[in-house]
């Protein structure tokens, strides 16, 4: 009975999907999420809790989140003639945008990607097309992505600006292109633009079609759940129309709204995670049988000898250490880990760890 009640309400494109699965991290030192590992000191925590002390819980939030929506827009310097929406992570962003479109849209995106563009595209019913990445390189097929956009006519193209999960810049010339040759909208997702020192927020104003979108999960509050994404006016006006009202609730507002204006704390932490970041790679590197790729975001891809990815990402969690497992996704992610900058502590442990897993491994050969 409740099978056939649940086949007759859901469509099959949710029935076919799989959910996003969080790995459970409990005791574990947790670098798999790509999440700033560093608190705030007491004195910011002090000035925070006496910010939000009055905050009117009773009262709905501001639904325009106004004066968080200024101070984002001088922060990361939002050209005067765009517009910013704000959502409940860049997920919910991504849903807007998906929401907005036919039902026999397009939607394209490099693969690998982040997950999120396929996921809601297919919960959504929408066409999607992933376009392979150059192998080892990573770096964009260019013939392969304009061949596609110019057959599938797509709604929407995601370009992750570092891409995840490889860590890498595409080429700003190929990116410029396909903003030339797209028929729909082109989002450049800037999560990790706090580790990259690149963006195209400049030039939105010269291409009507382009949205950039960030998120301050990367920077250190992830746990606000804040994105937000800016481009033409008119566009971000449409947006709007189906944005859920008060979704940006009062406390993450004045929170994100404080820490924002506390950008030294920030930069000193990400050019710490920038600094270890250059270590661990060079670490990873120097073990046999490891190719460690160069990243711009805060976490390093590295790939495994063959068939040996799954194994050491188990052993790893033996060690008392979480990382991604990248390799059952095939492709060119297979024999691929995914590691998140962490702590120097944790780092330390890390490096230790998957040390002695491959030294034991190539002792038993």
Not at 102 to 110: E, G, H, M, R, W
Not at 185 to 213: C, G, K, Q, W
Not at 324 to 335: A, E, F, I, W, Y
Request: neutral net charge.
């Amino acid at each position: 009975m409740t099978q056939n009640l649940i086949t007759s309400v859901f469509r099959d494109e949710v029935l076919n999907l799989s959910a996003y699965k969080v790995a459970d991290s409990n005791s574990l030192i947790k670098l798999d999420a790509m999440e700033n590992p560093y608190t705030w000191p007491d004195d910011i925590k002090e000035q925070w809790l006496k910010t939000i002390k009055d905050c009117p819980i009773n009262r709905y939030p501001d639904p325009e989140a106004k004066q968080l929506a200024q101070t984002i827009k001088e922060t990361d310097k939002i050209p005067e003639q765009c517009e910013i929406l704000l959502g409940n992570g860049s997920d919910e962003i991504i849903q807007l945008l998906l929401m907005a479109l036919p039902v026999d849209a397009t939607v394209l995106a490099p693969a690998p990607g982040f997950v999120m563009y396929r996921q809601v595209a297919m919960s959504l019913g929408l066409a999607y097309h992933g376009i392979p990445l150059q192998t080892d390189s990573f770096d964009l097929d260019l013939p392969l992505m304009l061949d596609a956009i110019k057959k599938n006519q797509p709604s929407v193209i995601f370009l992750a600006y570092p891409n995840n999960p490889t860590g890498n810049l595409f080429n700003r010339q190929d990116i410029e292109k396909i903003l030339n040759i797209a028929p729909g909208l082109v989002i450049i997702d800037e999560a990790y633009a706090p580790f990259a020192d690149a963006s195209f927020i400049s030039r939105l104003p010269e291409h009507t079609n382009l949205l950039v979108m960030r998120t301050v999960s990367k920077l250190g509050l992830a746990g606000l759940r804040l994105g937000f994404i800016a481009g033409n006016k008119t566009i971000i006006k449409q947006l709007n129309k189906i944005r859920l009202p008060y979704n940006i609730n009062s406390l993450t507002q004045i929170t994100a709204n404080f820490a924002l204006k506390n950008q030294t704390l920030f930069r000193k932490q990400t050019q710490k995670i920038c600094n270890d970041r250059t270590t661990i790679l060079n670490q990873l590197n120097e073990l046999p049988d490891i190719t460690a790729y160069p990243s711009s975001a805060n976490f390093i891809l590295f790939k495994t000898k063959k068939n040996q990815a799954t194994a050491i990402f188990e052993s790893l969690k033996n060690h008392g250490i979480l990382i991604k497992n990248l390799s059952p996704q095939g492709g060119v992610l297979c024999d691929c880990l995914r590691v998140t900058i962490g702590k120097p502590d944790e780092n330390k442990a890390f490096i230790n760890s998957i040390t002695t897993i491959i030294t034991e491994n190539l002792n038993q050969l």
